[in-house]
């Protein structure tokens, strides 16, 4: 399994970003898929999942209604589409799945929201 993170930055707030985490080594459309951040200092905490086929998402509070997240079996990619970005969510994101028991991590894209 391998997850590589892509589309982190530096941002003003209100600005948007759009992550994407290409998936490969298993069957990426069996498989429903997070998204979870850590701030400095801080633990690491889930932000959305999207079912295998993309039929139901779930949000944290405090993104809900301003992140989605989307996802395209036929690219293996999932994406989080990141609106009215505040500085709170400077964080490393990071792509997950579980399979078979086992939980797999990206490497994390940097997201800094700053002026």
């Known amino acids: 399994v391998q997850l590589v993170e892509s589309g982190g930055g530096l941002v003003q707030p209100g600005g948007s970003l759009r992550l994407s985490c290409a998936a490969s080594g298993f069957t990426f459309s069996r498989y429903a898929m997070s998204w979870y951040r850590q701030a400095p200092g801080k633990e690491r905490e889930w932000v959305a999942t999207?079912?295998?086929?993309?039929?139901?998402?779930n949000y944290a509070d405090s993104v809900k209604g301003r992140f989605t997240i989307s996802r395209d079996n036929a690219k293996n990619t999932v994406y989080l589409r990141m609106n009215s970005l505040k500085p709170e969510d400077t964080a490393v994101y990071y792509c997950?799945?579980?399979?078979?028991?086992?939980?797999?991590w990206g490497q994390g894209t940097q997201v800094t929201v700053s002026s």
């Open positions: 999207i079912t295998n086929t993309g039929t139901s998402t």
């Open positions: 997950y799945v579980r399979k078979s028991g086992s939980d797999y």
